[in-house]
DNA sequence: ATGACGATTTACT
DNA sequence: GTAAATCGTCATA
């Protein structure tokens, strides 16, 4: 097959900061029913260290239904709902048992545009009414959920081996172009919120916040 | 059964 | 800068 750019188990079977990192670059795909592809390339992504950090939904080994996904094998999926209204997704790190995550943030829109638009602006909840650039495609964690048309039902999806989903070798990025920084939206989280877990790629308009920082504002 | 809370986004002052 | 939108899930009772 042409899957040989596909990303294999031992890809994800890292802790979850050399996972971010690593995921920088690489390319976010989604096959949907009627078969066309939507794709971007990685250009911001979080860690979240487990059970350690209080930033983590996985923090003190809190384990519900909604989380589960996070103690899979390395290259499943943790798809999470927030606010009420958006899918968030993650790429488990580690291996079965050891709930360590890496949020996809950001990505840079490759193919499928055009649909993703369509998924963006469709009818409500919270959805931009005015035509958006393609830097407002993908710019944030459920931007890109909905241009990908990625919700509960991608939840466990096992990235290495799915039809729908799954991640696909790019051009890497160089590590001098790579930024840390705090992460966003966990300022309760103490010093964990302080932590530079954040990485994405300098100069890049896909980027959700440019902003370099070890600060976050509480709340 | 009820209440509080988000790993966010958009629109508006 | 701030506020509103919106609801599944979990903790408490």
């Known amino acids: 097959m042409a899957d040989r750019r ?18 920088l670059g690489h390319e976010l795909v989604r096959r949907l029913d009627d078969g066309s592809e939507l794709a971007g390339r990685i250009v911001e992504v979080e860690a979240y260290l487990g059970v350690e950090d209080r930033a983590a939904h996985s923090y003190a080994g809190r384990r519900t239904r909604a989380n589960a996904s996070m103690w899979l094998d390395g290259g499943r999926a943790y798809v999470y709902f927030v606010y009420g209204m958006h899918w968030c997704v993650n790429v ?5 048992g050891i709930p360590t995550a890496c949020l996809i943030r950001a990505l840079e829109p490759l193919t499928g545009l055009d649909r993703m638009h369509r998924h963006r602006t469709g ?8 035509p958006l650039a393609p830097q407002d495609l993908c ?6 959920t909905q241009a990908l048309a990625i919700d509960k039902t991608l939840d466990g999806e096992d990235l290495t081996t799915s039809e ?4 696909r070798r790019g051009r890497g990025v160089p590590t001098g172009q790579v930024v840390a920084a ?9 010093e964990w919120a302080l932590k530079p877990l954040r990485f994405f790629v300098e100069d ?3 980027v959700s916040r440019p902003r370099r920082g070890g600060s976050s504002r509480a709340r």
């Open 6 to 23: 596909r990303l294999k188990r031992s890809f994800f079977r890292r802790d979850p900061v050399a996972l971010a990192r690593a995921l």
């Open 92 to 96: 488990v790190a580690q291996r079965e």
């Open 123 to 130: 009818t409500r909840p919270q959805k931009p009414r005015k």
């Open 139 to 144: 710019s944030g964690p459920a931007k890109l």
């Open 164 to 167: 729908v989903l799954f991640l």
């Open 182 to 190: 705090a992460r966003i939206g966990v300022g309760y989280a103490g």
């Open 204 to 206: 890049n308009p896909n």
